[in-house]
Structures are given as C-alpha cells and as structure tokens.
C-alpha cells in the first residue's frame, strides 16, 4: 500500500493539445491501451467518424442523459497513475477547453509532420505557457511522408517561440521509415520490427553497435550526421527548462502504427511533473497538505430537458476526497456533503469512493457552482486564485424573441454569465452581445435558455472579431464605428471588437496614444 505522499506524487495529470486531426484521439487510445483501459482502439470516440460534430454530440446527450465518459482518463503505468484530461477541438472548442489547461500538470503537443504547427495548436499552446507548464511534443504521422525533421524543429522554435530539444531522431520517412535513432536512451528502435529486433544499442561513438542491414542505407548514414549537429549546434537538454515550460522535448512516432509511443510515453512519466502547488489567497497550498481543496473548472450542462443535472469537474489541489465528506464552498461559506460523486474512465463512469491531489472528481450540481469555485473541508477556509479570461472570438448580438419573456430573459443570460458558459458585453445602446471562443458556447446557451429558463432567443450571429481591451480604460466614444466596434465587458470596461486584423493595425496607426491589449498575451 502506497502512503498518502507516494499516492500523490504517482499522478500524472495532463491534456493532449492539438489541432483537429493531428492524432490526438488515436495517441490517447495507444496510451489507454498501455494502461489497460480500454481493449480495442476505437473506444473513445465513435469508430471511423471519428469525432462528433455538434448536432450528433447533442444527440448523444440526449440519448446518454449525458455524456462526459471521455473528459476525464485514468489508468495506472509503471507505478504512475495517469489523469488525461480530454480538450476538445473542432465544433466542439470552447472556453471549457481552455480552462481545462488550468487543471493539468502539463501537456502532450501533438503535431501532424505533415503539415506542422497549426491554428488550434498555437492558441492551446498559449494558454499551457500563460501557466508556465511543462510542454512535451510528439511529432505524429511519420509513416507517412511530412516535412523534414529539422524544419519541423525549427518550427517549434519560430512558430511557438519554444526551445526544442528532439529525445530521438526519424531515420526516414514515409515507405522509407526505418525507425528512430534513440539520443535519450542511446539506442535504435526499428519500425515494423520483431520483438527482439525492436531495439539496437549504439557505441561509444553514437553508431549502431551490432551488425544490421540498416548501416547500409543512406538514410542511416544521413542521421549520423543530423544527429551530430543536434549535439553541437542544438540545445541542450535540461530539466529544469523542460519543468519551467522554457524548452520542450520532442518525441518522433506514429500513433496510428503504435511506433514511438511507449517509449515517448515511459519518458514523458518520468519527466512530467506530479502535482504542483496552487496560488490562493493564503499563499501557495502544497498538494501534500491535508486539507482537502479544489477548484471547479468546467460544468457539463446536460442537454437533455429530461435530466437537468449537471456536471461540476474538481481538480482535487491538495488533501484526500472522501465520498460523504462536508465541503465548504468559498464564495458563499455554505457547507454541504459531497455524496454524489463520479469518476471517469474511458469506457464506464463509476462512483469514485476515493481521489487525492491531482486526481479529477465529477460533482453533480443542481445550480450549486460556479466555473472558477473553490472547495474546501476544514476550519480554514480560503479561495484558489481566479481561472483566466480568454478571448472570445466570436460575437453574437442576442434578443428574447418573445418581448414579455424580458425578465427570464436576463435572468438567464446573467446566470449563465456568472457560470462562465458564454461572456457578455453590451453595446452603447445597451444591445447585447455574446462572445465565446468556439460555435458550442452559443449552442448550449441556446438550449439552455430553452430549457432552464423557457426562453426562446434569436441570436443575430456578427461574426468572428479581434477583442482588444485599453490600458487606461479612456477611450472616446466616437471612435465607435462598424470596423471597431466599442464595447463594455461584464466588469464596464471598455472593449474593441474589431472586424479583422486589418482594421486592428490600421486603428492602431492613427489612434497610436491608445494602448490595446489582448488579456491571452
Ligand atoms: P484528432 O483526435 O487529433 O482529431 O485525430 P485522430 O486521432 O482522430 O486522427 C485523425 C486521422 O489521422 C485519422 O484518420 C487517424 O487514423 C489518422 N492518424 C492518426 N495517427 C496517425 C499516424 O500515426 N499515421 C497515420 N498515417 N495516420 C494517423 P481518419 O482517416 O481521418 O480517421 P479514421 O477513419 O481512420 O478513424
């Protein structure tokens, strides 16, 4: 039996960022069959389509009442037991998907070779630095041809502004994929090979100890020489960097053939940090402590009028959770038993009867919480600092459609506000417009609308803009115009929407006494 310290310095919590298609479903499914999970891939998410766009998702939620079995993943490696945390992409993207990075230790970057860093892969990659967070990328798809490796590095390094420190090299690509040169566990691990095969050990001199076919190949020969020059001209490999999410170790592979990814899985555990410290108004709460305390990061909302249950995700910060236990819920200072509670898995929900630091919960909420709450048990009671604003990117001007609903009408928007499911700003003219960072926000609100508040609205959609909020919060209301349109957030600041990024610069030029900035950067 492991002590309360081993249970929680066993945790490893992370999510898998990526743009849409890069692999990340199949990467997840490789690794929950190395924790014995799951049985067969094609377990997490339907079969063949793959993903679910946003009318089938709802159509599973009402099927399923509701459906979170793939938010959360835990299986156990190696003595290490592993949260993954989903962050969905696609139709699917939403604020909850950002948030979901202030709940993890780190994250898995994963990278389609053949097309490199993409879209949603940057802005993934900007909230997991915001956090300062340890970043570990596997450079996907190399049974198919891609970009070069060393473009790909040098990608890393220019896109995202991350030192890369490639762990291992591809020797060839495509048809012509031999494997990868190991520098981490100075060793060759051939593709397609035998068992005892798999693994070649290298020299002193860095080159294949034992007679192969593979010494003959060109492509062989042509990673010597990379590899020497990642030895003099590359950086250097540093912990201390990788934990500080300075520099990020890059792991060359292929999902979809299982090649690379038990070794990227085995090193990434035993570099991934466990359990880190949380900021609250009473300083830093070391994980080890024993007070229980969490924060809610992400409520499902079930679809279904027929369930109105919700779903509140706590990252467990510190202490054991107990089922039954009394927690106190900061903001309001109410106490309340925690009876009902679920664990994920990919394939099950089950009750969870015990969770300690690092570990995910799901509460069932009536209405009780707020994104961004803190609970704790215990005499001291204090509040884990608030989860970030991310920018909404697209806009909505939104109406009750029956005038004599005006009072539900705003009953409900300020809910939902406060809830976090969409962010609110309002025109000059006290219009009212949404804004939320993916299409599923505006979904649910809508259907939450109906159901919880009996209020049918028209959402007159405005498209996607650049928010910018001012420095000084000054601003004269005649630069008011269709290309940058002036705004008040939720707090009464003064908010930019601006019609491109265009329009951006050209503001930006003529008015240079007024500083813009994006809370994200
Ligand atoms: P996502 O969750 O990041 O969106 O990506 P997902 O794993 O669903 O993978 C997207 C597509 O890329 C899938 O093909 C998947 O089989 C393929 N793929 C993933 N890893 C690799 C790899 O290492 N090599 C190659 N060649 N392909 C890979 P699909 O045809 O879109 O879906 P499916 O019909 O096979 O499910």
């Excluded at 699917?92 to 993890?104: I, K």
């Excluded at 949380?278 to 300083?283: F, K, L, W």
């Excluded at 990061?297 to 369930?307: E, L, R, S, T, V």
């Amino acid at each position: 039996m492991k002590t309360y310290t081993e249970e929680v310095k066993s945790r490893r919590t992370f999510a898998i960022i990526s743009h849409p298609d890069a692999g990340k479903t199949t990467l997840t499914e490789q690794l929950l069959l190395f924790g014995g999970a799951i049985r067969a891939a094609g377990t997490v998410k339907g079969k063949k389509s793959g993903k679910f766009a946003t009318s089938d998702w709802m159509e599973i939620e009402k099927q399923r009442g509701i459906s979170v079995t793939s938010s959360v993943m835990q299986f156990d490696y190696n003595g290490y037991r592993v949260n993954i945390l989903d962050t969905p992409g696609h139709e699917d993207f939403s604020e909850d998907t950002y948030r979901t990075l202030t709940a993890v230790d780190s994250a898995v970057m994963v990278i389609d070779s053949a097309k490199g860093i993409e879209p949603q892969t940057i802005k993934l990659f900007k909230v997991c630095r915001m956090r300062g967070i340890p970043i570990f990328t596997f450079m996907n798809k190399l049974d198919r041809v891609g970009k070069a490796p060393l473009e790909l590095i040098a990608e890393l390094e220019e896109v995202l502004g991350i030192e890369a420190y490639p762990m291992n090299w591809p020797i060839g690509m495509g048809k012509e994929f031999l494997g990868i040169y190991d520098r981490f566990y100075h060793r060759i691990e051939t593709f397609r090979a035998e068992e005892g095969d798999r693994f070649l050990p290298l020299d002193d001199r860095g080159e294949l100890a034992v007679n192969h076919p593979m010494k003959e190949s060109a492509l062989y020969t042509q990673v010597l020489e990379e590899v020497e020059l990642l030895n003099e001209a590359g950086n250097e490999f540093s912990e201390e960097k990788i934990r500080n999410g300075l520099l990020t170790p890059v792991f060359f592979g292929s999902a979809l053939t299982n090649f690379g990814v038990q070794t990227f899985l085995e090193t990434f555990l035993q570099f991934a940090p466990e359990p880190q410290p949380r900021h609250s108004d009473q300083g830093d709460i070391d994980p080890l402590d024993e007070q229980f305390s969490g924060f809610i990061f992400k409520i499902q909302a079930n679809m279904n009028p027929k369930h109105r249950d919700r779903i509140a995700f706590v990252r467990v910060c510190s202490g054991k959770f107990e089922r039954g236990m009394s927690v106190t819920l900061a903001r309001t200072g109410k106490t309340s038993k925690l009876s009902q509670s679920t664990q994920f898995l990919a394939d099950d929900r089950s009750t969870v009867e015990e969770a300690v630091s690092g570990d995910i919960i799901g509460l069932y909420d009536t209405g009780t919480y707020q994104i961004g709450d803190t609970i704790v048990d215990g005499k001291k009671v204090f509040q884990y600092d608030p989860l970030p604003v991310f920018t909404p990117e697209l806009f909505a001007r939104v109406t009750a459609k029956n005038v004599m609903k005006q009072k539900q009408f705003h009953k409900g928007i300020h809910q939902l506000v406060q809830e976090g499911a969409v962010q609110l700003f309002k025109t000059k003219y006290e219009d009212y417009i949404l804004g939320a960072v993916g299409q599923l926000q505006f979904d649910v609100f809508v259907n939450r609308m109906k159901n919880e508040y009996n209020v049918d609205v028209v959402m007159e959609h405005i498209g996607s803009k650049i928010a910018r909020w001012i420095e000084d919060d000054s601003v004269d209301e005649r630069l008011n115009s269709s290309r940058n349109m002036l705004v008040r957030d939720r707090n009464d600041r003064n908010v930019f929407l601006f019609e491109n990024n265009f329009a951006l610069r050209w503001f930006q030029e003529k008015h240079p006494n007024i500083k813009l900035y994006n809370p994200m950067d």
